[in-house]
């Protein structure tokens, strides 16, 4: 472990040991929320909580920059919260404990946070330094990001006085972020009936796992594997091979991060026990093969299990069939913005057990247009195969501005302080950029962070020595905000 806040600039580090300290998966934020409103309140800060939970923490500016344009730094509160099989790590209770790695400070078994923690820690330190120039200063801190943009979607027009909003909540430094896709989720349910065990047949939980998993939106495009239709795939090629029964699956448990791992109980008649060992080692060999340079630690593994009921064999066809011509990946890259994934969608968790059905798809797009339409075909699909389709949480995308007089500041700003030039870029995850936007149309966006990897995922990191750019650049910005 490292102490955290003992790094520089610890104006920001100070405030990320907090972040880590605290619990704060998605729609469990209260407890960090409210220690931040203290610590602002403390500090003789103005704060204020919105009908659905956000924290907005209001800063005077500095005496000469009243006139400045007003400038919102905006961050979200929760994490992603995954663990590799086999660690131990309780996200409501236990703190995260990173490790300090080649100038990265990275959590080797569970994510890290950084994503959104480091954004959050740049407009906390924002807050803290008294020395820093700046016009009159708002800090918007949302709730439920990563499980459904939920303090985004509830955050009411009016509140922010600000009409510049700096969004701290990308991956790449060097780059300003000028749109990014909207999304939908779409969830699956079916029920089904169950059969007993049959005699004579034996009994595995089939596992999937060593997948590098990640963010759904950001390395969609990585053609990394998808631990549900990796094993659904499986056990489809089984069923052609052996009377296969299934119990239960499970995999995934994020539905914007890539699934690493996915479990089925299935039995099978044991005079196949031989036909199906060779089957598992040949389709372990074939997925190393096909994911060679972006996957090939896919393991698959078979264990004995024990198992009650199974699925009924025409609803096991029926369900089965669903899932595997269900999309996942790419559906279409951007024709108006170069390199970038316009429509996309990601099977992240899917439940079988019990005679109930459960899949959450995850679907993005540069285009309004392009998510609904997708979602549309994902339900007509399911539908086909007896589901119940329900679509929940949807929100617009961020509509590049490329002529953004905050982006023109922002690209001079990180010209004169870095001798270089930055780059402009659209994403294809989601920000929370355009539902705000929706909210307040006259607001100028921009968004930037310091280099984060692996976010979503075990092993996630982030470059120290870009946290102290970032920082570098937050404050220059801000400086250089012109008079309204």
């Known amino acids: 472990m490292v102490n955290i806040a003992a790094l520089e600039p610890k104006v920001v580090w100070e405030h990320f040991q907090t972040l880590c300290d605290i619990p704060r998966p998605s729609k469990h934020e209260q407890a960090l929320r409210d220690y931040l409103q203290g610590w602002a309140e403390l500090r003789g800060l103005e704060t ?94 949302t709730l439920d990001e990563e499980a459904g943009m939920g303090g985004a979607l509830g955050l009411q027009a009016g509140l922010l006085q600000g009409k510049m909003l700096i969004n701290i909540d990308t991956e790449e430094w060097g780059e ?10 779409v969830n699956v349910r079916r029920e089904y009936a169950t059969e007993p065990l049959p005699a004579g047949y034996e009994v595995r939980q089939l596992t999937v796992a060593g997948l ?15 631990a549900n ?16 029964r299934v119990s239960s699956f499970n995999g995934g448990t994020a539905r914007n991060a890539l699934a690493r791992e996915a479990f089925a109980v299935v039995a099978y008649p044991a005079a196949d026990a031989a036909t199906v060992a060779a089957k598992l080692d040949a389709y372990q060999a074939l997925m190393r093969f096909e994911l060679a340079g972006v996957d090939e630690g896919v393991s698959l593994a078979a264990n004995s299990a024990e198992a009650g009921n199974v699925m009924a064999r025409d609803a096991q066809q029926l369900v089965f069939a669903a899932l595997h011509a269900a999309p996942h990946g790419v ?7 170069a390199g970038v994934v316009e429509t996309s969608n990601n099977l992240g968790v899917i439940s079988i057990a019990d005679g109930k059905v459960f899949a959450n798809l995850m679907v993005r797009s540069l285009l309004d247009s392009g998510f609904a339409n997708l979602a549309s075909e994902i339900g007509a699909l399911f539908k086909l195969a007896g589901f119940a389709v329900e679509t929940e949480g949807g929100y617009p995308g961020w509509a590049p501005n490329p ?33 705000i936007g929706a909210k307040y149309p006259q607001m ?41």
Request: proline share 5%; net charge negative.
């Open 444 to 484: 100028d966006m921009v968004s930037f962070g310091p280099n984060i990897r692996g976010a979503h995922a075990p092993g996630e990191r982030v470059e120290v020595e870009s946290v102290g750019k970032a920082w570098q650049l937050l404050q220059a910005i801000l400086a250089a905000v012109p008079a309204a």
């Open 331 to 337: 559906k279409r890259m951007s024709q108006r913005v």
């Open 229 to 244: 239709k990796v094993l659904i795939r499986l056990l489809q090629e089984l069923t052609a091979i052996t009377d296969l």
């Open 212 to 226: 590098r998993g990640g963010h759904s939106g950001a390395d969609i495009h990585l053609g990394r594997g998808n």
């Open 403 to 435: 002529a953004s007089p905050l982006l023109a500041l922002c690209q001079r700003v990180f010209r004169d302080k870095f001798g270089a030039d930055s780059t402009t870029q659209v994403i294809h995850a989601g920000l929370e950029c355009g539902i």
């Open 48 to 141: 204020a909580v919105d009908a659905v939970g956000n924290l907005i923490i209001r800063k005077p500016a500095t005496p000469g920059m009243e006139d400045r344009v007003g400038v919102v730094l905006q961050g979200h509160l929760d994490m992603v919260c995954q663990a590799n099989t086999g660690t131990v790590h309780d996200f409501f209770n236990d703190p995260i404990r990173p490790v300090l790695q080649d100038g990265w400070l990275i959590a080797e078994n569970t994510t890290l946070g950084a994503d959104n923690g480091i954004g959050v820690a740049l407009g906390l330190a924002a807050l803290s330094d008294d020395n820093m120039p700046h016009g009159p200063l708002e800090v918007l801190l």
């Open 176 to 185: 300003f972020y000028m749109g990014c896709a909207g999304g939908i989720d």
